[in-house]
């Protein structure tokens, strides 16, 4: 299940280093000048899984393979993006791509490192970006409503329906709302989706702080966090310059850097975690001598829904899933205990699979 989400901020408020750190590599260039990400990194990163551990142990699995998201850097924003300032048109275009969208927000004060609207407040940093991101979708919404309502006053009764959508979009944007605001029918979503709203996209916000404001923010995070809460979405405080220098240090050596730091974990793993639950996901796990892994589903697959995500085959021909929860798995140490006890159910075709799951799928 190939997932994005798109890294978005104005230059230099720690996208790219935030970006080299999530894939361990040095990819995309982390300078101090606007446009230095001229072309889209993207990267795919492993999710935090500890679960996944546990359950490699038990099985005695040679190999570990977690679920994985991928992250898209996306050039810094600039004032003016919408009428195609500062390379604007390209990368609305490759946040358009993505399925959810990461705000990265300036929260750290630091001379040496320019600021392209020379000042240091980040909400007003989010608040020209999402303006950017509604003019466009204005733009593209005006544009193609005209053909739209000539097809739906000659009876097209889908050109009817996007046109009501269309309207809905216009109305919240008009109204200085993002298109995500909007209330859409479960009936209505796969044609609202198909308008390909760039404002519509689930959005996470991205407070990054000095060294020193890691483990419980700032003031200027804490602006961060009230405007997302006011947005109904969630904030993740990271400071992508220790995350990056983590990033180059093994297991062994990040534990001891995050203790004498006070931190529990990287930045990171909340963000990818957060991003991973945006997008309405959750992981169940296959285990064996071969390998433990984990497998990305929405929230409320059914049973042959996620049998599919390992092969069409298995959803076609679904038979029944044999199911054990996470913690039966654990506390009884592996299927044969589970088993016994029975505590390993036959689920069917209207399972609802749980996070944590355990799986093993039977197919014609």
């Known amino acids: 299940m190939a997932l994005k989400v798109a890294i978005v901020g104005l230059p230099n408020v720690g996208k790219s280093t935030l970006f080299n750190a999530l894939t361990k590599t040095a990819a995309a260039q982390a300078a101090n000048y606007p446009f230095c990400t001229i072309e889209p990194n993207t990267g795919d990163v492993a999710v935090p899984e500890p679960r996944l551990n546990v359950l490699a142990e038990i099985a005695g699995s040679k190999e570990i393979i977690p679920a994985r998201i991928t992250f898209v850097d996306v050039a810094g924003l600039v004032r003016g993006a919408s009428k195609g300032e500062g390379l604007g048109n390209q990368f609305l275009a490759n946040i358009r791509d993505c399925d959810a969208v990461a705000f990265v927000a300036r929260c750290f004060i630091d001379d040496d490192i320019t600021h392209v609207e020379d000042r240091i407040d980040p909400v007003a940093d989010l608040e020209i970006i999402e303006t ?30 996007n046109l009501k959508l269309v309207d809905l979009a216009l109305a919240q944007l ?11 029918s479960k009936e209505d979503r796969k044609a609202w989706d198909m308008l390909q709203l760039l404002t519509a996209l689930p959005a996470l916000y991205v407070a990054n702080v000095d060294e020193g404001s ?40 990040q534990m001891e850097f995050l203790e004498g730091l006070g931190l529990a974990e990287p930045g990171l793993n909340r963000l990818i975690r957060e991003a991973y639950a945006l997008l309405g996901l959750q992981s169940y796990f296959t285990v064996g001598p071969k390998e433990a892994r984990a497998w990305t589903i929405h929230v409320g697959d059914t049973a042959p829904q996620a049998a599919g995500v390992i092969h069409t085959d298995f959803e076609k021909g679904f038979i029944r899933a044999e199911t054990i929860a996470f913690d039966d798995y654990v506390a009884l140490r592996g299927e ?29």
């Open 174 to 184: 008009n109204a200085g709302k993002p298109a995500r605001t909007a209330e859409v």
């Open 132 to 161: 950017e991101l509604m003019l466009a979708d204005m733009e593209s919404l005006e544009r193609r409503r005209v053909q739209m309502e000539k097809r739906a006053k000659g009876g097209d009764k889908e050109q009817q329906l």
């Open 214 to 253: 890691a483990d419980k923010g700032n003031d200027l995070s804490e602006m961060v966090a009230e405007r997302a809460r006011a947005d109904g979405a969630n904030t993740v405080v990271i400071s992508a310059k220790i995350d990056s220098e983590l990033a180059v240090l093994d297991e062994a050596e």
């Open 336 to 364: 044969a205990k589970t088993r016994e006890a029975g505590k390993l159910r036959a689920e069917g075709k209207s399972y609802i699979v749980k996070d944590g799951d355990v799986m093993n799928f039977l197919f014609s």
